[in-house]
């Protein structure tokens, strides 16, 4: 009986077409991670240059006048009775930026407890650049307070006539640029005052030193 004769033999897979994937798997992905870091560095760049054309400051707010006329606690009932006039400035340092303040909220503490809340923008303002603008803030009436052991420290100041009164701002703020209108900020501002009582019209020994406030974009 006749012996067959053995098929023609497979070829083995041809390795060289792996590596030549492979190679262009690895091709496309190092051109796509070279164009990422180059779109990032582009950006970066972009901003860098914007920041020193722009060179963006944040706007500076200071208390210069502080006038306290009644300040009295009264601790049989906890009554706090209080009438409080502030000076506020403005002022935006930025050459080339203005800056829309849409809402100031101002609220007075006195031994960490807020007494009171006071809306200063009714409609909203713009400060033009390299401008101060001027603000008057009042806080009057009575507010229910539990002193507590903080009512030696409102004793001792009482006797100095010069009380410790904190004032905390919550702003939303926008920038303008040329027509560019953008940003919807929401920096705090926060205040240490030392206010001398005024009585009767007569002022203690210590006067109000205009203060500057710390401003705090996030």
């Known amino acids: ?33 070279k164009t990422i870091v180059a779109l990032i560095l582009i950006f ?30 009264t601790n049989n009932n906890n009554n706090l009775q209080y009438k409080l006039d502030l000076n506020i400035t403005l002022r935006n340092p930025n050459k080339k930026m203005a800056i829309y303040f849409d809402k100031i909220e101002a609220n007075a503490f006195y031994e960490g407890q807020r007494f009171d809340t006071e809306n200063l923008t009714i409609w909203g303002f713009k400060v033009e650049r390299k401008s101060t603008h001027f603000l008057n803030a009042t806080f009057a009436g009575q507010q229910w307070m539990v002193l ?59 006067r109000f030193e205009t203060t500057r406030c710390d401003v705090q974009l996030f």
């Open 148 to 206: 507590g052991a903080n009512e030696l420290d409102f004793n001792e100041e009482k006797n100095v006539g010069v009380y410790s009164i904190y004032l905390k701002c919550y702003l939303r703020i926008r920038f303008r640029i040329g027509d560019f209108i953008g940003g919807d900020h929401k920096p705090k501002v926060r205040c240490g005052l030392k206010v001398p009582l005024i009585s009767n019209g007569n002022l203690s020994t210590a």
């Open 1 to 33: 009986m006749a012996e067959k004769e053995p098929g023609p033999s497979i070829p083995p897979p041809n390795q060289g077409d792996k590596h030549k994937s492979r190679g262009c798997f690895c091709c496309l992905f190092g051109c796509l991670w």
């Open 44 to 73: 970066v760049l972009a901003i860098f240059i914007c920041w020193l054309i722009l060179q963006p400051r944040m706007f500076k707010v200071h208390i210069t006048d502080a006038k306290l006329t009644q300040f009295n606690f």
